[in-house]
């Protein structure tokens, strides 16, 4: 079974800086999603990527599939409070499995 | 509409009772499954369901039993839990099995 390994475990910054979460995996995925946890609730759906190299925005995230697919990054730029979260990061296994990470927790501080 | 509902939000049980989770589904998919989510633990996977079929169950323990009456319907039937299951149980739907999940608000189950 892969192993899905993200950094940091927490995050606490100013509203305003940027920041970067790490999702890494010796092995390749096919696919893999990033996911935002509010306490009480369930994940949501931010991103998916397929593609080796891929980049995607949405607003001030930006989320890079590695070219060997083993591994993903996301970045916020400028983090406001509203940010604040667990986020997941969960690949697709060759096998067709979905495994996730233990998740980054962030806080952005007003 | 919300495409994946679950019910109750909150649960609190004592250890002889018997209750049930509802997830309930609006996205016309075909793979549902039940998590667990532990404090300082990744997502935990229980059951896999495809075409209302179980296909997958991850060695947990009998006193959870899952059921999947139809394609827009989940249960997860409790009965005789432990103090160590309370925690945030997950619904979440796909396409298929290797396509993005969708969640639920999940159950916060306390077990007295």
Avoid at chain 1, 18 to 32: E, P, W
């Amino acid at each position: 079974t892969q192993l899905l390994e993200q950094s940091p475990q927490f995050l606490s910054i100013q509203e305003g800086e940027n920041l970067t979460v790490y999702c890494n995996s010796s092995s390749v995925f096919s696919s893999l999603q990033w996911y935002r946890q509010e306490p009480g609730e369930g994940p949501v759906l931010l991103v998916t990527v397929v593609t080796g190299g891929e980049v995607k925005k949405l607003k001030r995230l930006t989320f890079q599939f590695g070219d060997a697919r083993k591994d993903s990054s996301l970045h916020i730029t400028a983090a406001q409070t509203g940010d604040t979260g667990l986020y997941l990061c969960a690949g697709g296994e060759i096998d067709d499995k979905i495994i996730f990470g233990k998740g980054t927790r962030l806080h952005i501080l007003p | 509409e919300t495409g994946v509902t679950q019910t109750p939000r909150h649960l609190v049980m004592g250890m002889t009772n018997k209750k049930s989770l509802k997830c309930e589904q609006h996205l016309g998919h075909n793979a549902m499954y039940w998590y667990k989510q532990s404090a300082k633990k990744p997502l935990e996977l229980m059951f896999v369901y495809s075409l209302e079929e179980r296909v997958e169950n991850n060695s947990v323990p009998s006193r959870f039993s899952p059921e999947c009456p139809n394609s827009s319907h989940l249960f997860l039937h409790l009965h005789t839990l432990q103090p160590e299951d309370s925690a945030l149980y997950l619904c979440a739907t796909a396409s298929g099995s290797s396509d993005t999940q969708y969640f639920g608000p999940g159950t916060r189950l306390t077990v007295l």
